[in-house]
């Protein structure tokens, strides 16, 4: 069973700012750890504001519940409507043009690469890598892999941006121009201020590496991740800090949505990156008139082929895709399309015995922050109403446990609808509706039926992850020729979930889509394109004044 940090090691990480003696207080004789389901201590840890430079308060305090047991255990900081002066005026005080850009302070490029060098560092030390694993798992529970490999894609992200690298980003070209002293040079250019809101289920790896994006190219973000996990970053913003990123640079705000959208519609930024629901991303292209990009709902799909084979390989893989972090990805698979000859595999009784490994004890299976068990349940019966359609696995609450009831608690389930049943009008919208949890569909298709997959894959709205299971290149060519999910994996191997810092991680098929993690969706989100044409002569001994035109 994994090991977490009580509340009261929180807070004892918290007070020593800077977290320069992050690793220090680590080694201390007082770090000792605790088991997730014992009562965290009486002194609760408190998660402060940073903005213009300072760590500030708030006269609002929010108690965030222990996800494990309900009891009160972190208390935020979470700006009022009424105080946000302070991060209008910082986000006003840059310029449009950027703390930097390719003609003005370029030394900044390299700095960010040293500050890259040494947080990679840090992180990559046993006892950071280990503190930020439990923080994670201590806030939004999942396994102590699951956690640390969020840790360790961070750090092999910020490995990445190193030395020039940074400054590679800013690469920009020249085209000769008509006539002698003529030229056009594009240029990757900032936008300036900037904001960033990142949800709970992976509180590092989303706000780190979206931050480090936004100022490798110039701008200052103002950053808000969700109030429960807020901890996690609080605490990665006192690393960077120490590894010598200037306190100006950014700002971090804990508060409600009602504030936060009040906050830019007030400083305007010039980019805002939302990461979360498609309601509220929405919402805010409508209230910032465009100006977003956005990584939002994910109702992912796999398809097996059918050329069955690996059939253990491919039920862990299912399993980890639709499960893991308890089904609390926007990657995770939500629905698999299996060809008919898996039937007879033995798929699916393998995918059951492998969900069925899952406990609470170690945070394979665990709290679900955005659905209630209740909403999970009822979600469920909808879908047996549906004519053909039967529980495969799980489908009950989880027992023996003390989570509270604002949060989820459900054993991994899988529901089986037949295809036919999918695409009728009033079940579709229903079938594809997201459940953040540990919830899937599963369908079965025959050779003739694969147009009406593809068929059900066009109709989503939502385009983020897919994965084609299958080594028949022919059946590959058609599928990935006629779908559009910006990351899709494709061959024996292809699962929806897991993307590491080496590879696009985004959606397709929306203009305002966002990326993360390579060095092209950072210069697509947090950079736009600036032509200069240098024109500086000669003007020829021979011209004369022309006609009029």
Same mark, same amino acid.
């Given at each position: 069973?994994s090991? &977490? ?19 220090r207080w &680590?080694?201390?004789? @007082?770090?000792a ?5 014992? %009562? ?19 006269a ?6 222990d #996800?494990?047991?309900? /009891?009160?255990?972190?208390? *935020?900081?979470? *700006? ?18 950027? &703390? ?15 500050? @890259? ?7 990559? =030390?046993?006892?950071?890598?280990d503190?930020f ?28 941006f ?7 980003? $800013? ?10 002293? =003529? ?9 300036? #201020?900037?904001a960033i +809101? !990142? ?7 989303? #706000? ?33 800090? /120490? ?8 700002d971090?705000?804990?508060? /409600? ?14 980019m !805002? ?28 799909w ?5 050329? %069955?084979q ?14 893991a ?55 469920m ?24 009831? +604002? ?6 389930t ?20 997201? +459940?953040?949890?540990?919830? =899937? ?14 068929? $059900?894959c066009?109709?989503m ?12 290149? &022919? ?8 779908? *559009? ?13 897991g ?35 240098? /024109? ?14």
């Amino acid at each position: 069973m994994s090991r &977490l940090l009580s509340r009261r090691q929180i807070d004892a990480v918290r007070r020593s700012a800077p977290l320069a003696c992050v690793s220090r207080w &680590l080694h201390t004789p @007082s770090f000792a750890t605790v088991s997730p389901h014992e %009562v965290s201590g009486s002194s609760p840890a408190e998660v402060q504001n940073f903005v213009q430079g300072s760590w500030t308060a708030s006269a609002n305090w929010n108690w965030i519940v222990d #996800p494990l047991n309900g /009891d009160q255990f972190i208390k *935020v900081a979470e *700006v009022q409507g009424t105080e946000i002066k302070p991060f209008v005026e910082s986000l006003s005080k840059c310029p449009k043009h950027g &703390l930097h850009n390719p003609l003005k302070a370029p030394e900044r490029y390299l700095m960010y690469g040293d500050i @890259s060098a040494k947080a990679a560092h840090m992180l990559g =030390q046993p006892a950071v890598s280990d503190f930020f694993a439990k923080l994670i798992q201590r806030v939004s529970p999942k396994s102590y892999q699951q956690a640390l490999a969020e840790v360790q894609v961070s750090q092999k992200f910020l490995e990445n941006f190193c030395g020039d690298q940074v400054r590679f980003l $800013a690469r920009s070209f020249a085209v000769p121009g008509n006539h002698l002293g =003529q030229r056009s040079n594009g240029y990757r250019w900032p936008y300036g #201020p900037v904001a960033i +809101i !990142t949800p709970f289920n992976f509180p590092l790896e989303i #706000p780190l590496l979206q931050v480090m994006g936004a100022l490798y190219m110039g701008n200052k973000p103002v950053l808000k991740v969700d109030s429960k996990v807020s901890i996690v970053m609080e605490q990665m913003i006192r690393l960077l800090h /120490d590894c010598g990123l200037p306190a100006e640079d950014m700002d971090f705000i804990n508060s /409600d949505g009602v504030t936060m959208n009040k906050l830019l519609l007030e400083a305007n930024p010039k980019m !805002t990156l939302f990461t979360g629901s498609s309601r509220v991303a929405e919402k805010l292209a409508a209230d910032l008139k465009g100006r977003v990009k956005l990584e939002d709902a994910g109702f992912d799909w796999k398809i097996l082929g059918p050329d %069955v084979q690996e059939v253990d390989y491919v039920a862990w893989v299912c399993d980890q895709d639709a499960y893991a972090c308890s089904g609390q990805k926007c990657s995770a698979q939500s629905v698999l399309f299996m060809h008919k000859n898996w039937s007879s595999s033995g798929l699916l009784e393998k995918m059951k015995k492998l969900s069925e490994r899952r406990k609470l004890e170690d945070l394979t299976i665990g709290p679900v922050l955005t659905v209630t068990t209740e909403a999970m349940i009822e979600h469920m019966n909808n879908l047996l109403k549906i004519q053909g359609s039967k529980v495969l696995f799980g489908g009950e609450p989880l027992a023996n446990h003390s989570i509270p009831k +604002i949060y989820g608690a459900m054993k991994p389930t899988a529901v089986f609808v037949p295809l036919e049943e999918i695409l009728k009008s009033g079940n579709f919208e229903l079938v594809t509706k997201e +459940i953040f949890g540990p919830f =899937q569909v599963v369908t079965e298709y025959s050779e003739d039926q694969l147009e009406l997959v593809l068929e $059900a894959c066009e109709r989503m709205n939502a385009h983020l992850t897919a994965a084609v299971v299958s080594n028949d290149p &022919l059946f590959l060519q058609d599928v990935l020729g006629r779908s *559009v999910n910006g990351t899709t994996y494709a061959g024996i191997r292809a699962r929806t979930t897991g993307a590491p810092q080496n590879h696009w991680f985004g959606p397709a098929g929306d203009p305002r889509g966002a990326g993360i993690g390579t060095p092209e969706a950072i210069k697509l989100v947090w950079s736009c394109h600036r032509e200069i044409i240098y /024109d500086v002569g000669p003007v020829p001994k021979s011209w004369a004044l022309p006609s009029a035109t």
